[in-house]
């Protein structure tokens, strides 16, 4: 058992080396709809997203967070780079700032509590 990143694991799938039973976020990945979640296979809770985020320095002023969020999503939203995504089983989840925050602060607490109830 592993958890992987969706590309590599349907790379591996592809030449017949792994199966992959679900995908360990809270839907069902764009790129690969037939397979089911972790709690739709029967571990609910089992919630492992990555992402990747663009970062600056703290007090950034709010007029340049807004202008690097807006050519950020324009570059992203080009059918060249987003096709290049989508062929690795990524998607771009959040176009703004503030949604960003959310997710990166739900994934923090949903972790952070695995890992102090661990020990």
């Given amino acids: 058992m592993a958890f992987d990143g969706l590309f590599t694991a349907r790379t591996l799938e592809k030449a017949g080396k792994v199966k992959i039973v679900a995908i360990a976020d809270d839907k069902r990945a764009v ?3 037939r397979v089911p979640t972790m ?3 029967g571990a609910p809770g089992a919630y492992v ?3 990747y985020h663009f ?3 703290a ?3 709010r007029a340049i967070v807004a202008r690097l969020n807006a050519e950020l999503v324009r570059v992203l939203r080009m059918q060249d780079v ?3 995504y989508t062929s690795t089983g990524m998607e771009v989840v ?3 700032a503030e949604e960003q925050v959310v997710i990166l602060r739900t994934q ?3 972790q952070g509590s695995i890992i102090a109830s661990s020990g």
């Fill in 31 to 33: 790129a690969a709809p």
């Fill in 39 to 41: 709690a739709e296979a």
């Fill in 49 to 51: 997203s990555g992402g």
């Fill in 55 to 57: 970062f600056g320095p």
């Fill in 59 to 61: 007090n950034l002023p």
């Fill in 82 to 84: 987003d096709e290049m």
């Fill in 94 to 96: 959040a176009e703004y």
């Fill in 108 to 110: 923090s607490e949903r």
